[in-house]
């Protein structure tokens, strides 16, 4: 690795700053050399203004400005040298953390890019070592309103993970604790492999990025505008490049001149994704991504999200819409303040309800009873709105003594099919119908 410069150019102000000891020692015999020199001149009014005003611009650029390249670690550059190709080795550069537009308390995305990821395919709810994200007892409350409690939960890297419950359950609070925006009341828990502590925060939010339902653009500014305007934010020099490659990946290319303000709800929600995807996010936090967009828009969020998958980015999705999370999501947690449950949908359905068959015929059977009852696999069975939902043990060995049953009793078989219990069906089971919860 080269050795690092004793001086590096300042990103505020002009000129450079020192960042090592040796940079210091000649920036401070500097500084003595001309107090001294000072001190033997005619202090006059002039003198005294311009001594006030340098010290001011040397107290702002010392305090703001530069870039502490020996602090980056080994294999880690900036832009610059990424263009020039004055690197050691060819890995993802690190950037400063930015603040959403919407609200100066919204920590926008800064990530660093990882290769060679995969979804993770450990148990439910437990943490694997290809786990990002690991939650261990956390608890959150505002005074004596409790947001969540006592949770604990995994995701693994390259999965989208759903987070699903009524308003209120906790889930916009759980996203901005683990997005440091918040503080937890207790517990512990991991993001991205860093320890969740108020000292980790600037190295968390390097490699996260998050997108509330409200992208927060200045609609007044084009969407390249906006978007450079983030990548300055971000410490990004000569961004173009990457702003192009985002509007490409969200298929905003041929609006890219167009004002923020003129776009639809939908179109904007693109446009956030695309300032999520300007430094490669690791792990991204949708909240409520596709709230308030019309079923077109909203399929363009689903492809974004299962590209995002595609590419082994991590996607923590909060949603209210089951048939969403049930098309999209790997694994979903329900959470109602605590949490109700964790794992895999078709484990889920597996866990909540019987195994079963549902059997349509064209007129009623005369005695179902006795028809069901002469299956030594069927344990109960149900009449539902014209059709026999039928509990079994096997679903595979049942389904053709059932049907070889119903033909000995003449009756006429539309159908026969296994039953299979929705998302929104294991989400009312678990949450029931009156939802309570903390504030989110």
């Known amino acids: 690795m080269a050795k690092p410069e004793w001086f590096v150019r300042r990103r505020i102000g002009v000129g450079v700053r020192p960042v090592t000891w ?15 020199g000072y001190l033997t001149l005619k202090k006059t009014a002039g003198d005294v203004a311009i001594v006030c005003v340098v010290a001011v611009y040397l107290l702002i650029a010392l305090a703001s400005g530069g870039t502490k390249r ?52 450990s148990e439910a709810g437990y943490a694997s070592s290809d786990a990002v994200i690991v939650v261990d007892h956390l608890t959150k409350q505002f005074g004596e309103r409790v947001a969540f409690r006592d949770v604990s939960f995994s995701v693994n890297r390259g999965e989208v993970f759903g987070f699903l419950g009524p308003n209120g359950a906790g889930k916009t609070s759980t996203v901005r604790t683990l997005s440091t925006l918040v503080i937890p009341t207790s517990g512990s828990a991991s993001v991205a492999g860093i320890d ?66 003129s776009l639809s709800k939908g179109l904007r929600q693109r446009v956030g994704l695309a300032r999520a995807l300007l430094n490669d996010p690791e792990i991204v936090f949708l909240d409520e991504p596709t709230a308030g967009l019309d079923p077109v828009a909203s399929l363009e969020v689903h492809d974004l999200i299962n590209a995002l998958r595609a590419k082994g980015v991590t996607v923590f999705l909060t949603t209210h819409r089951l048939d969403e999370a049930e098309k999209l999501c790997d694994r979903v947690a329900i959470l109602n303040t605590t949490l109700r449950t964790v794992g895999r949908i078709d484990d889920l359905r597996q866990r909540m309800f019987r195994k079963g068959i549902v059997v349509t015929t064209a007129s009623p059977l005369a005695n179902p009873d006795a028809v069901f009852k002469s299956v030594a696999s069927v344990e109960s069975w149900t009449s539902d709105a014209g059709n026999y939902v039928i509990t079994v043990n096997d679903v595979r060995s049942a389904a053709p003594d059932v049907t070889r049953a119903l033909v000995r009793a003449g009756a006429d078989v539309l159908s026969i099919v296994e039953s299979r219990h929705s998302l929104e069906e294991v989400y009312l089971e678990l949450v029931g119908a009156t939802e309570k919860g903390g504030a989110q």
């Open 22 to 36: 040796q940079g210091w020692l000649i920036t401070f015999a500097a500084s003595a050399a001309a107090i001294t």
């Open 70 to 121: 020996a602090k980056l670690g080994p294999g880690v550059v900036d832009d610059d040298q990424a263009s020039t190709g004055q690197v050691d080795v060819a890995v993802t550069p690190v950037h400063a953390p930015t603040f959403d537009a919407q609200s100066a308390s919204e920590i926008a995305e800064a990530i660093v890019t990882q290769s060679g990821r995969f979804a993770g395919q």
């Open 196 to 261: 969740l502590t108020t000292r980790n925060g600037f190295e968390i939010r390097q490699r996260i990025a998050v997108m509330t339902e409200l992208p927060g653009l200045y609609l007044r500014l084009s969407v390249t505008e906006n978007l450079e305007f983030f990548a300055g934010l971000y410490g990004f020099r000569n961004a173009q490049a990457r702003i192009d490659r985002a509007l490409e990946a969200v298929n905003l290319t041929s609006r890219a001149g167009d004002l923020s303000g």
